[in-house]
């Protein structure tokens, strides 16, 4: 995939948590407990303040439901052999699913020749 560059669908769709799971485009289905391990800026953060922020998050999102505007990207790969994947929202992701959202906003990356 070196020779493609990677492109931004020119929309955001809603799509249905549960195929997202079914198609397994995530390394680690998260939670409470494994919240932001490696999360660039968030990982060093004891277990009590990680566990907080998702919480926060997942009551945020029951309250209010999803923002459209941060939608879920998900990285197509399928065309290069290989699964696709959740590139940004995990969380948000997780939280859907526990909360048995029907819809989720989300957003393509492709892969595309220059």
């Known amino acids: 995939m070196k020779d493609c560059e990677m492109r931004v669908s ?4 809603l799509v249905n948590p549960q195929g997202i799971k079914a198609a397994k ?26 566990t ?9 999102i029951k309250g ?9 990207t998900i990285q197509l790969l399928r065309k290069a052999g290989t699964k696709d994947q959740i590139k940004d929202g995990h969380h948000r992701f997780a939280i859907a699913l526990e909360l048995n959202i029907s819809q989720i906003p989300v957003r393509f990356l492709f892969a595309s020749t220059p």
């Open 10 to 13: 020119s929309g955001t769709y």
């Open 25 to 50: 485009a995530y390394k680690i289905l998260r939670n409470k407990n494994n919240a932001y391990l490696s999360h660039s800026t968030l990982k060093g953060l004891p277990l009590a303040e990680r």
């Open 52 to 60: 907080k922020r998702y919480e926060d998050l997942r009551e945020k």
């Open 64 to 72: 209010e439901g999803f923002d459209f505007e941060q939608p879920i």
